[in-house]
DNA sequence: TTTTGTGAAGCGCTTCACAGCT
DNA sequence: AGCTGTGAAGCGCTTCACAAAA
């Protein structure tokens, strides 16, 4: 296999992380059943090979003596097994604050879908914002609402580390800066404009035009 | 070049399509300032050679005698110019009606806004779906809402093609495999499910957690 | 006998580098 | 002089095909 060559780390290309982060739902969902190559590609769609190579790049992530690394059996592949490696590439396993800002609709949405029993205890809804002073007193949430002028210190004071910008498209520049400027690491941006920030801000978009645009394109 | 020599269609690359759908919107935002690739290199951290590359792909879909299709100038590309034939390309000039199935935060939210303000008029919001009757009377919306087991009939009627899929995870592939029946030809999957349907519908999942997650492995 | 794990081949996207156009 | 358009080279992911393991 001879990866690593370069670095200590290995480099798992990023089509196989975005592959690994989907399966690892599958595994878990999975139960104690074993899953075969075959069986994935059946529920996936993606070819048996590809998912025996993706999971061979977990390789270097078990423990044990380099012989005895062996992660699938005759009878497939062990979700019990497979999740923690995965966790361990993409480094899944920190646990990570993140903040709603923009608290409309959509906003206040994912507020309250980020509740207590909301998503898995690896991200953590920490606090939401809005620039409305009144909305801030009035709505209902999971978590503690601030005004927008709190937002560079309560992100410093949490550590939040990723924020859902929810707020209409002619702030989301402004907001999206501010953030940067606070020390956030990645945004999940709801609003439909291509975001201009520093490097070290990773940034994912979530457009409603332009995911049904991509649906489209494949119908 | 030599595409084409498989089909009569020209094969555009699927990273290439997702790329200039982005490129659209850009270019939608620019005016009539000119582009060169160079700018667009710096708005989105595409190579210049790639962008050239990119909108290369789109030269057959000029009209005019194959001498006269050069598409940018020295000035760079005009958005005026480059639009219609990236529409083109992507079969994006359909007129495409979508609806939203159940009708809770997340799905009022859409419901909201795809109203008359909303996206473009190149979708259309034409229906919503809950399986709660109470809610389908109370709830305002710019569209007309109907009781779930009215989803197939409704889908046929107005030949909507597109479905917002925000019922809860429990919910989901059951609603899936209705939308499919009905004859939907894609889904938007906000439910934490990997949907599993017949191959001739598109689905394209949005869920929290996994945008979370794949947000936290390039930090 | 079924399924994994993996060199090696294949293939397609990206990048290079430069001719051509304005 | 600057930018596009594009053969050709480069490179990385996918697929093939089969040895090894259980």
């Known amino acids: 296999m001879d990866r690593g060559k370069d670095s200590i780390l290995e480099q798992i290309p990023a089509v196989t992380r975005e592959r690994l982060l989907q399966l690892m739902r599958i595994l878990e969902g999975a139960g104690s059943e074993h899953l075969s190559s075959a069986r994935i590609e059946e529920l996936t769609g993606w070819s048996s090979n590809t998912v025996r190579r993706d999971i061979s790049y977990l390789e270097s992530f078990a423990g044990g003596p ?12 062990a979700p019990a097994c497979l999740v923690p490696l995965i966790r361990r590439a993409l480094s899944l396993d920190k646990r990570r604050r993140y903040c709603v800002v923009g608290l409309g609709r959509l ?9 207590p029993a909301g998503s898995s205890p690896e991200f953590e809804l920490t606090a939401g914002f ?9 709505l209902k949430s999971p978590a503690p609402l601030y005004p927008a002028y709190k937002l560079g210190e309560v992100i410093a004071r949490f550590g939040i580390e990723i924020a859902l910008l929810c707020v209409p498209a002619e702030a989301a520049q402004a907001a999206a800066e501010k953030l940067a400027a606070a020390g956030i690491r990645g945004i999940l941006n709801f609003a439909p404009v291509a975001l201009m920030l520093p490097p070290q801000v990773a940034v994912r978009n979530v457009y409603l035009e332009e995911e049904l645009r991509a649906l489209a394109i494949r119908m």
């Open 107 to 115: 906003g206040s949405a994912y507020l309250n879908s980020g509740g």
């Open 130 to 138: 809005d620039i409305s002073v009144n909305r801030v007193e009035i």
């Open 66 to 77: 380099p012989d005895e690394r062996r992660l699938g059996s005759v009878n497939g592949y």
